[in-house]
């Protein structure tokens, strides 16, 4: 029997996620951390998974409302079946998958070692496809969820220094593309989001100074993005506002890429 054909009337413009489960890898601090926040503060049940095992525990503690912190390394199968495993044990299924975990190791491209290369995509794109394919299994059973990956301005530019980096982000952007082609027939939709740099701690530090001042004098808004605002367009992209996008790569850069 086929499903009713959608209406008008019945697009949902709140922006809650009352009932549903989240899980967020890399989600005990920065961007990750931010849209936990979010995504709490709008009725989800967060499930938040981080290398740093005890430090999920304690951001899950923070939110409340039932969330749960998981350890788990994205790079490594074993561990990524087992935090999904709990997940679904725990909340009986995830319905919002957004893959935060990642590492930035720069080097000129001349000079980046081998075991440099492939560290970042082990957990960059790697850990993105075994997180998503884990999860997604489980939601394609279910007939329903969403898929959102961090990709990276770095997916669409050269930045100097980041052969690694820009490597495994434009793989993070190709591979949410099949996800989307393969899944959203199956109620399963998929898209990436490309943020300029953000104001997290490590952000900060990294981009302070005469450094800093440069590169945001490269963007048109003049400024760096906030995780609140990576964490708003998460939002949008897990919320019924955003049921017929798919396959795209938001980017919240401030007009950076478009020069």
């Not at 086929?2 to 413009?13: A, N």
């Not at 998974?49 to 788990?72: N, P, T, Y």
């Not at 999904?84 to 491209?109: E, N």
């Not at 329903?144 to 980041?162: E, F, N, P, R, W």
């Amino acid at each position: 029997m086929s499903s009713p054909e959608p209406t008008d009337e019945g697009v949902d413009l709140s922006f809650r996620l009352d009932g549903r489960t989240a899980l967020i890898t890399g989600g005990a601090s920065g961007i990750g951390s931010a849209m936990a926040g979010v995504f709490a503060s709008v009725g989800a049940r967060l499930v938040v998974v981080d290398l740093d095992g005890d430090a999920a525990a304690r951001r899950a503690e923070e939110l409340g409302g039932g969330a749960i912190g998981l350890q788990g390394d994205v790079a490594d199968p074993a561990s990524v079946e087992a935090f999904t495993g709990a997940a679904v044990a725990a909340t009986g299924g995830v319905d919002v998958l957004v893959t935060c975990a990642g590492i930035v190791d720069l080097a000129p491209a001349e000079e980046l070692t081998p075991a440099s290369f492939t560290r970042t995509i082990a957990i960059n794109l790697t850990g993105t496809f075994l997180t998503a394919q884990a999860v997604g299994r489980g939601m394609l059973e279910r007939g329903h969820g969403k898929v959102i990956t961090m990709a990276s301005q770095a997916a669409s530019v050269a930045l100097d220094g980041h052969a690694a980096y820009c490597a495994s982000k434009a793989g993070v952007v190709g591979l949410t593309r099949v996800l989307a082609s393969e899944w959203a027939g199956r109620g399963v939709t998929a898209n990436s989001i490309s943020p300029t740099v953000v104001l997290t701690d490590l952000g900060r530090k990294a981009w302070s100074g005469p450094k800093g001042d440069a590169a945001k004098a490269a963007i048109p808004t003049g400024r760096f993005a906030l995780p609140r605002e990576i964490a708003g367009a998460a939002l949008f992209l897990a919320s019924g506002a955003a049921d017929m996008v798919n396959g795209t790569d938001l980017v919240v850069d401030g007009g950076y890429t478009i020069r």
